[in-house]
């Protein structure tokens, strides 16, 4: 079946733009996870959703970022006002349920902030 | 809370040489564990994991990774590695009741002819 899947692959915007990342997961799959990759950081989790609340945003790095996820399906990573520390590879991942805990990633988005 | 390290930052090999990435980990609850791999230019794919029961698990593709809880280490190993195991490799962590998955910083495997 198909897999996780993102749009778009690569993002170039200016700074201080607004951006909007999404992330289709595996039918079915009712946990959805958003991480950051970037060179200086790592893999960092960014915020968790069960259907579609959120239970965990502990990660988001700032009031600059949301994410909403809607019909239990499609979800949305906003990045309002972007800086250049933003670049990164957002990645997205998502699991058949909460208590599944194998995770299954889509191919990410490339954001490049100038 | 939970962490994990990954002791070596690049491992270079020859194919067909034995290979070992090690990996540490850090947690107050019961652990569920994980190697991902990560291909140039890929996403990240689940390679194996451990979440109960046999403290050895494998992969299809011939690698294998033990649970030690004494240790708190959940090593990678392969036999034998080929070209093609060229790639990012990362473990990861969750738990009971601790949905995210926190990741080592990644080890960078590289097989030479």
């Known amino acids: 079946g198909a897999g996780v899947s993102q749009s778009p692959s690569n993002k170039v915007t200016e700074k201080g733009k607004d951006v909007e990342l999404r992330c289709d997961p595996i039918?079915?799959?009712?946990?959805l996870y958003w991480y950051r990759q970037s060179l200086g950081q790592g893999l960092e989790f960014l915020i968790y959703f069960q259907g579609n609340s959120a239970p965990d945003k502990s990660g988001l790095p700032s009031d600059r970022f949301s994410a909403e996820r809607t019909g239990g399906s499609v979800s949305t990573l906003t990045i309002q006002r972007t800086q250049q520390e933003d670049s990164a590879v957002y990645l997205c991942?998502?699991?058949?349920?909460?208590?599944?805990?194998?995770?299954?990633f889509g191919p990410g988005t490339r954001l490049t902030v100038t | 809370a939970q962490s994990v390290t990954q002791l070596d930052s690049q491992v270079p090999v020859f194919e067909e040489a034995p290979v070992e990435l090690r990996c540490n980990y850090s947690s107050s609850v019961s652990v569920y564990l994980f190697w991902y791999v990560q291909y140039p230019n890929q996403g990240l794919q689940l390679l194996l994991k451990?979440?109960?029961?046999?403290?050895l698990v494998e992969s299809i593709n011939g690698f294998e990774a033990e649970f030690n809880k004494s240790q708190t280490s959940f090593h990678l190993r392969k036999p034998s590695v080929h070209i093609s195991d060229t790639a990012e490799y990362f473990c990861?962590?969750?738990?009971?009741?601790?949905?995210?998955?926190?990741f080592g910083a990644g080890t960078r495997l590289a097989v030479h002819p």
């Open positions: 991942a998502s699991s058949l349920t909460q208590s599944s805990y194998e995770q299954y």
């Open positions: 990861a962590v969750s738990g009971r009741g601790y949905n995210k998955l926190i």
């Open positions: 451990y979440l109960s029961g046999s403290t």
């Open positions: 039918s079915g799959h009712t946990a």
